[in-house]
């Protein structure tokens, strides 16, 4: 039944997209099609996703502190509780004087993060609006148009409605035109969970390595849950330090992780 689903999901943006992969690579789609789009938690990555060093989130943090998570209501777009607690425990054992991240979708991530690092951290969060996807940089992928379409809700609107967080900057532009220069290694949290195609998931991740400060860590989204973004932290992982949290769909680099 999963199966079925993702074929007709995908048949669905055939025409929208122009793309007949799903036709030259059945067994890659198949593989991956009882994860792509199922974000209830505890998702079981081992088959798909196991190409990674696998690491529990006490391997990274050097304590538990106490978390903030006010916002209990999730949409599709959104990680899991889990996802969201492993998130805002490497945040504030970080201590990030800049954050990063590409994917604001409703600001759910973006929100939590203000409420659990300090007031003097300077927050960044990008955003392509849905009437720009037309003249779009580089591909997307045939799911991400129903996540940039935002339906009855607005870029940011968790934190928008927050005048207390001024420490919030948010900037609406397609992550590949972006200048980032203002961020060259300024950047000691870096969230990719924007657009996720492998040609966006390069571009976002290249302009993240180059933002990323000497003390910076950079986490990715959806690695085992999208192909493109598994294939490109798989291949990746070839050449730097990669490894996926355990039970999420979250990879995680950092020059200050040492990983026995």
Known sequence: MKTIKYYLYYFKNILKFGTIDIFFNRIRFKKFSTLVNNFSSGSDLEECAGYLQKIDIENIINTKEEIIIENWIWKQGNMTLFELYCLLLIAKNFNPKTVFEIGTFDGRTTLHIALNTNAATEIHTLD?????????????????????????????????????????????????????LPYNKRVDLFFVDGAHSYEYVRSDTENALNCLSE??????????????????????????????????????????????
């Open 128 to 180: 392509i609006p849905y009437e720009e996807l037309k003249d779009a940089s580089l591909s997307v992928d045939s799911g991400d148009e129903q996540l940039i379409n935002k339906k009855n809700f607005q870029i940011g609107e968790c934190f928008l409605k927050r005048k207390e967080f001024k420490n919030i900057q948010q900037h609406l532009s397609d992550s590949a035109k972006f200048n980032y």
């Open 215 to 260: 003390k910076g860590v950079i986490l990715w989204h959806d690695y085992g849950n999208v192909i493109d973004v598994t294939n490109y932290l798989n291949k990746l992982s070839s050449k730097m330090a990669i490894y996926r949290i355990n039970n999420t769909t979250l990879a995680i680099h950092s020059k200050s992780l040492s990983i026995n």
